[in-house]
């Protein structure tokens, strides 16, 4: 962009930027405990709650990675989307419900309570500031790219600047900040999604006629790219890895109710209906238009600069903006949580004031955000495979001890650290090994298979978790589970 | 710590090496091309790719959609004429065109390869296929990609005329327009009142591509309102 569309761009980024800061001064005061800053004090109800649950899964990896995936692979990674909500309905179904009887505000807490285990809060609280300085750089990349494109200048640059974005207003407001802000997320993607979509079938002259050039161009474009072993490998680590993911479980913990929680996931579905039909004809779309991008993640800047109107790629550029910092801010939280909540909070100095928590929190949240500046930096891969791979050693390290040690009375602290660590030492080992199916299994699924056979062999061996731990989980009647 | 992060990222990188598999990269950054719409129907394209390095054989496309032929094209390094060869392999839209290489001491950095050619279009809204290397340029210095600038122009006897897509950028003359991309677009879509009607349907196979989206849209439209009517059933 130059000239006058340039400076309409900076001044939507900064209209943007001044509606953060209002909803983040806003929340300041709301946000002044710590429950109010990690939790946003257990006050979302389903429609702004699925909101934050879609904005907290719609990040760079679908608005710029998905179509970036769309672009240079065709149709089939579509089936991404229903895949992955099997995840969403095991969490709906047996996450979401138990893990709302406790009073939690982090997923270290519920380590720390259900398996009466310092050991397990620290563990998972390491992991989580590992894994996702992996997932933020992908938000930090794909925020360099569009601005550097959009702009002209220069990545790094664009870089600090998404970073910068992020961290400003996830320091001053928090989850309530988070809460709002995806509210606003999910308006603009619907809008610019809705208004997108028609002018690209319009002028592409139908789906026939992006089908007949694609299938033409490569017949795997319109069939199955990805076969249904990697969808499946794919989908389930992603899918799975939400069920049991830091900043969807802080989300949960935020809401008003099992209800509230059950009915979010639902409305986070509509939300990602729209966001998935968007991706997948702006990647189709492109590849017809521009067949030899040099980067597919160059896709969304493309269409929002070059191929759609004025104001409908502005649209989708600033609801781009908005995904990347958004989700960004998410996971800055989770992670800060991480440190000021779990590590400062309660392993090293448990008799911290409510003020200095909140203080800790804001001072991780700006600390963190710059190992993902230097991994952003480094340019790894394409933003949807970073994303991939930080799911995959998400499900392996969380997915068993969260999901069955929800479900099994029978889970021990060992149990529940051999699984943790042998879950995602295996994924990681796997990967290196440099095949992507060995004796048939994806990383993440064999991940998972030694994660579950840790956790119960293990478990099955080792001294069970007190009864009156228990009892919060898994109360006597199902009468009492409803009062609660 | 900083051993484990090395051995996630280098984990990552194995994950994703197919990403990184490069594709093919044409000798060249610096693009210019022209379009100039007339008003019998037709419409001249000149292409000028300053090169980096000698081509040698090249593949090239042409993205035709219906109401729209090509004329036969010229191409030429350094005044001296390439062999351009249509292969009859061809699949509808696209078609691959040859060009010859030229010699090694006549072509290389610093040459212009040109290629021209005649678009014949009808229609109300005039699809003009741009021929593209079937690769991927290479970068401008310190940009994301190359620098492919398009100028589309409209001789005064069409009138109304507008370029509906890509987006391109009204000079000061009422009748060009003017954009820079990163790649060559496929083609340049015009809006032309004027021109006679013409029946924009392709033949041809999409592949699946209509009902596996049917069936993809229809999945998660029937998904949302079940999961709510199940979920929403449960009182607290």
């Known amino acids: 962009m130059i000239g006058n569309d340039l400076r309409i761009f900076w001044a939507a980024i900064a209209a943007y930027m001044a509606l953060v800061v209002a909803i983040g001064a806003w929340s300041y005061r709301r946000a002044s405990k710590e429950e109010g800053f990690l939790v946003a004090g257990r006050s979302l109800g389903p429609v702004i709650g699925g909101a934050t649950l879609m904005a907290n899964q719609v990040s760079a990896g679908a608005t710029i990675g998905i179509v970036g995936f769309h672009y240079f692979s065709g149709f089939s990674y579509a089936w991404s989307w229903p895949l992955t909500w099997i995840g969403w309905v095991v969490c709906a179904l047996f996450v979401a419900p138990k893990i709302r009887r406790h009073p939690g505000l982090t997923l270290p807490d519920y380590f720390a309570a259900r398996y009466e285990s310092k050991a397990a809060r620290a563990v998972s609280a390491v992991f989580i500031l590992v894994a996702y300085s992996v997932m933020l750089s992908a938000q930090y990349q794909a925020g360099g790219l569009l601005f550097t494109l959009v702009s002209g200048i220069s990545y790094g640059r664009a870089v600090l600047l998404v970073a910068g974005i992020t961290t400003a207003y996830t320091a001053l407001g928090g989850m309530y900040s988070n809460a709002y802000v995806g509210l606003f997320k999910a308006v603009l993607l619907l809008a610019g999604y809705v208004l997108a979509v028609p002018f690209l079938w319009r002028e592409m002259g139908g789906l026939h006629a992006i089908g007949v050039a694609l299938y033409a161009l490569d017949p795997r474009l319109t069939q199955n790219w990805f076969g249904w072993r990697q969808l499946l490998s794919i989908s389930m680590a992603i899918g799975l890895g939400l069920a049991a993911a830091p900043y969807e479980i802080s989300a949960i913990y935020s809401m008003q109710s099992r209800r509230a929680t059950q009915l979010a996931i639902g409305w986070s579905f509509f939300f990602q209906a729209f966001v998935g039909v968007g991706v997948l004809v702006f990647g189709l779309s492109l590849r017809v238009a521009m067949p030899f991008l040099p980067d597919p993640d160059l896709g969304t800047p493309m269409l929002g600069t070059s191929l759609l109107p004025f104001w409908i790629g502005l649209l989708v550029l600033v609801a781009a903006v908005v995904t990347f910092t958004r989700t960004g801010g998410a996971i800055l939280l989770t992670a800060a949580s991480a440190v000021s909540h779990d590590l400062y909070g309660k392993l090293l100095v448990p008799d911290a004031s409510d003020r200095a928590k909140v203080a800790a929190g804001r001072i991780a949240t700006v600390l963190f955000s710059a190992i993902p500046v230097l991994l952003a930096f480094a340019h790894l891969s394409l933003v949807n495979f970073i994303v991939i791979y930080a799911a995959k050693l998400m499900v392996s390290f969380l997915f068993v001890p969260v999901v069955l040690g929800l479900n099994w009375q029978g889970a021990t602290r060992d149990g529940a650290l051999a699984s943790m660590l042998g879950g995602v030492a295996t994924c990681v080992a796997w990967s290196l090994l440099g095949h992507p199916y060995l004796i048939g299994l994806d990383s993440a699924e064999a991940g998972v298979l030694v994660s579950a056979a840790l956790f119960f062999a293990v478990s099955a061996r080792t001294r069970p978790v007190g009864r009156e731990t228990l009892r919060v989980f898994f109360p006597p009647s199902a009468q009492r589970v409803r009062s609660l | ?236």
């Open chain 2, 1 to 236: 710590m900083v051993r484990l992060r090395t051995c996630f990222l280098a984990a990552l990188l194995a994950c994703c090496r197919a990403a990184s598999a490069q594709s093919i990269v044409f000798p060249a950054h610096d693009v210019d091309i022209v379009v100039t719409v007339h008003d019998a129907g037709t419409a001249d394209v000149i292409e000028r790719y300053a090169l980096t390095a000698p081509p040698g054989d090249t593949r090239w496309t042409i993205f035709a959609s219906p109401c729209t032929s090509v004329d036969p094209i010229a191409a030429m390094v350094d005044d001296r004429k390439l062999a351009v060869a249509v292969d009859e392999r061809r699949r509808e839209p696209w078609t691959e065109v040859r060009l010859a290489s030229p010699p090694r001491d006549r072509a290389g950095a610093g040459d212009t390869l040109i290629l021209q050619y005649r678009v014949r279009i009808s229609g109300t809204d005039a699809t003009i296929p741009i021929v593209l290397p079937a690769a991927v340029l290479q970068r401008s210095e310190g940009a994301r990609g190359a620098s492919v600038r398009v100028d589309v122009r409209v001789d005064d006897e069409v009138r109304d005329a507008r370029v509906l897509m890509p987006r391109f950028e009204r000079t000061d003359s009422p009748r060009a327009w003017r954009a820079r991309f990163l790649a060559v677009p496929a083609f340049v879509r015009v809006s032309l009142p004027g021109g006679a009607a013409c029946d924009r349907r392709w033949s041809g196979s999409a592949g699946g591509l209509e009902w596996r989206t049917t069936i993809f849209a229809g999945t998660m439209a029937l998904w949302v309102p079940l999961y709510l009517w199940w979920f929403g059933r449960d009182r607290e």
